[in-house]
């Protein structure tokens, strides 16, 4: 998977004992070491193993379910003004959201005055979602004029990082929850759940694309680990792991488009 690849980009720049990853869990970050071998993407003789079309396990969505702050990896308070079309909800700020109205129902937010209080959360198995407080339950976000979380973790954490080894750390970590989100949506889009149920012939579509992506992004991660990987400095290796990250992040995010009535 993706963050076995971008392992192997800095396993040459481990300082001995030197805690260079950065584990985010419920409740704040984890510094972890990470293994001092792992396999280059590109060194002849790895091979890519793809199980099926999944690159990690997917997680089935949960929605409607109270759920504590301790759940989740990222949390928002944001403030709710009004619905916008049949989708799609304001918040204050100028923001748009568009829902599931899974576990909060259409019926649920016509209710809601201006100035309710809500929260933006994320943790890997529900992805992005808009709870409600006051109830416990949450609704999938499907697209937002907001940064999408794992963006935002990842960013604030770079910006905390002691040194560039950390850094590029981070840049895996976050390659690993953007694994975790197309795989999430991959399998919403296979259960004939969201937005609709999709006809044999788009479904065939959506498998065979899936397919060639894998063999498009295993090239091009091969390719980063070659050229980065010849150049010296310990910025080419968070240059490498961003890189990486955007490949699959472009992809997560096409897919969440699907999902989009």
């Given at each position: 998977?993706?963050g076995?690849?971008?392992?192997g980009?800095?396993?040459?720049?481990?300082r001995?004992?030197?805690p260079?990853?950065i584990?985010w869990r419920?409740?704040g970050k984890v510094?972890?070491?990470?293994?001092?071998?792992?396999?280059?993407?590109?060194?002849?003789g790895?091979?890519?193993r793809?199980?099926?079309?999944?690159l990690?396990?997917?997680?089935?969505?949960?929605v409607?379910?109270p759920?504590g702050?301790?759940e989740?990896?990222y949390?928002?308070e944001v403030s709710?003004?009004?619905?916008?079309?049949a989708v799609?909800?304001?918040l204050k700020?100028?923001h748009e959201?568009?829902?599931?109205?899974?576990?909060?129902?259409?019926?649920d937010?016509?209710?809601?005055?201006?100035?309710?209080?809500?929260v933006m959360?994320?943790?890997?198995?529900t992805g992005?979602v808009l709870?409600?407080?006051?109830t416990?339950?949450?609704?999938?976000?499907?697209?937002s004029?907001?940064m999408?979380?794992i963006?935002?973790?990842?960013?604030k954490?770079?910006r905390e990082?002691?040194n560039?080894?950390a850094?590029a750390a981070i840049?895996?970590k976050?390659g690993g929850?953007?694994?975790?989100?197309?795989?999430?949506v991959y399998?919403l889009l296979l259960e004939?759940a969201?937005p609709?149920?999709?006809?044999?012939?788009?479904?065939?579509?959506?498998?065979?694309?899936q397919?060639?992506?894998i063999?498009f992004r295993?090239?091009?991660?091969?390719?980063?680990?070659?050229?980065?990987?010849?150049r010296n400095?310990?910025?080419q290796?968070?240059?490498?792991?961003h890189?990486?990250m955007?490949?699959?992040?472009?992809q997560?995010?096409r897919?969440g488009s699907?999902?989009?009535p």
């Amino acid at each position: 998977h993706l963050g076995g690849h971008l392992g192997g980009h800095l396993g040459g720049y481990r300082r001995q004992g030197a805690p260079i990853g950065i584990e985010w869990r419920a409740g704040g970050k984890v510094p972890v070491k990470m293994k001092p071998r792992c396999h280059r993407a590109g060194v002849r003789g790895d091979r890519v193993r793809i199980f099926g079309i999944f690159l990690l396990a997917g997680t089935a969505l949960g929605v409607g379910v109270p759920a504590g702050a301790n759940e989740w990896l990222y949390r928002e308070e944001v403030s709710y003004v009004t619905r916008n079309g049949a989708v799609s909800i304001e918040l204050k700020g100028g923001h748009e959201l568009q829902v599931s109205y899974a576990g909060i129902t259409w019926k649920d937010v016509s209710g809601w005055k201006a100035g309710r209080r809500l929260v933006m959360a994320y943790k890997p198995e529900t992805g992005s979602v808009l709870l409600d407080p006051a109830t416990g339950k949450h609704t999938s976000i499907l697209s937002s004029t907001k940064m999408h979380p794992i963006d935002t973790l990842w960013r604030k954490e770079a910006r905390e990082a002691p040194n560039m080894i950390a850094s590029a750390a981070i840049q895996v970590k976050a390659g690993g929850l953007w694994d975790k989100e197309l795989n999430r949506v991959y399998k919403l889009l296979l259960e004939d759940a969201w937005p609709r149920k999709f006809t044999r012939q788009e479904k065939d579509a959506l498998i065979s694309s899936q397919r060639k992506w894998i063999q498009f992004r295993d090239a091009q991660l091969a390719a980063i680990g070659l050229v980065y990987g010849k150049r010296n400095g310990t910025v080419q290796k968070i240059n490498s792991a961003h890189r990486a990250m955007e490949l699959t992040r472009s992809q997560a995010l096409r897919l969440g488009s699907f999902l989009v009535p």
